[in-house]
C-alpha cells in the first residue's frame, strides 16, 4: 500500500476537522452540565451528568486530536510545492492548535464546575439540607453569590478603613515636617543663640573633664594615703 498523497490527506484532515468540531460542541455542553431535555428547572434540580459520558468524549476527541496532528505531520514531509501549500499546512496546524485550546478550556471549566458542585454539597450535609429546605441548585448559587458580595462590602470597609488611616498618618507626618521646618528657621534666624548654646555645651563638656580629673586624683591619693 503506498503512501497517500498530499489531496488525499488533506482530504483526511478537512473531515477529521469536521468531526472534531462537532464532537467539541457536543463535548462543550455535557462539560457544562447542559442537557437538550429537561428545561431550565430540571438542569436545576437534576444530579450532575455521569463522568463516564464526559471521559469518554474526552478520550475520543483525544485520540481525533492525535490523529490529525499525524495528518498534519505527513502533510509536512511531503515537500512543497508552493506557497499556496505551505499556507494550507500553516492553516491546518492553526485549526489543530485551535481545537487543543478548546479542548483543554472545557475540561479545566468541567474540573472547576465539579469541585463547586463538590464544595456546595458538603460532603452530603448541604445535599440533606437542601432537600429539607426545598432549595434548588441555582438558590444555592444565588446564596453563595449573596455571601460573596457581602464579604466584598466587609472587605471595601476594611480597606476604605485603612485609606483613612494612611492620609491621617500622612497629616502628621507633613505637620511634623512643617514643625521641623520652623525650627530650623528660628535656629538660622538666631545665630548668636545657636553659637551660645554651642558654648554652654564646650564649657559643660570641659567642666565635666576637670571634675573627673579631680576625683581621678584623689581617689589615687587616698588609696596612697592608706596603704602608707
Known amino acids: 500500500m503506498g503512501v497517500p498523497s498530499y489531496d488525499a490527506l488533506r482530504k483526511q484532515a478537512r473531515h477529521l476537522e469536521n468531526e472534531v468540531d462537532l464532537k467539541l460542541v457536543a463535548f462543550s455542553k455535557v462539560g457544562a452540565g447542559t442537557s437538550g431535555s429537561g428545561g431550565i428547572h430540571g438542569a436545576d434540580t437534576s444530579p450532575l451528568l ?20 499525524e495528518i498534519n505531520e505527513s502533510m509536512a514531509e ?22 487543543r485550546q478548546e479542548f483543554n478550556k472545557i475540561c479545566a471549566n468541567h474540573t472547576t464546575r465539579i469541585e463547586r458542585e463538590e464544595l456546595l454539597r458538603g460532603s452530603g450535609i448541604a445535599t440533606s439540607s437542601t432537600a429539607s429546605s426545598g432549595l434548588s441548585r441555582r438558590d444555592m448559587y444565588l446564596k453563595e453569590s449573596a455571601h460573596l458580595h457581602n464579604s466584598s462590602g466587609l472587605i471595601n470597609d476594611q480597606i476604605s478603613i485603612a485609606m483613612e488611616t494612611k492620609e491621617h498618618l500622612l497629616s ?7 514643625l521641623q521646618t520652623r525650627f530650623n528657621d528660628i535656629s538660622n534666624r538666631f545665630p548668636v543663640i545657636s553659637s551660645l548654646m554651642q558654648r ?21 591619693l587616698l588609696i ?5
Do not use: W
Not at 555645651?201 to 589615687?220: F, P
Open 50 to 69: 455521569g463522568e463516564h459520558v464526559f471521559d469518554s468524549l474526552s478520550a475520543e476527541i483525544g485520540q481525533m486530536l492525535d490523529r490529525l496532528s
Open 78 to 99: 511531503i515537500p512543497s510545492s508552493g506557497t499556496a501549500m505551505m499556507h494550507t499546512l500553516q492553516r491546518h496546524r492553526e485549526i489543530l492548535q485551535g481545537y
Open 172 to 178: 502628621q507626618r507633613h505637620a511634623f515636617k512643617r
Open 200 to 220: 554652654i555645651n564646650i564649657r559643660k563638656r570641659r567642666d565635666s573633664l576637670i571634675l573627673g580629673g579631680v576625683i581621678a586624683v584623689c581617689t589615687i
Open 224 to 228: 596612697l594615703y592608706a596603704f602608707h
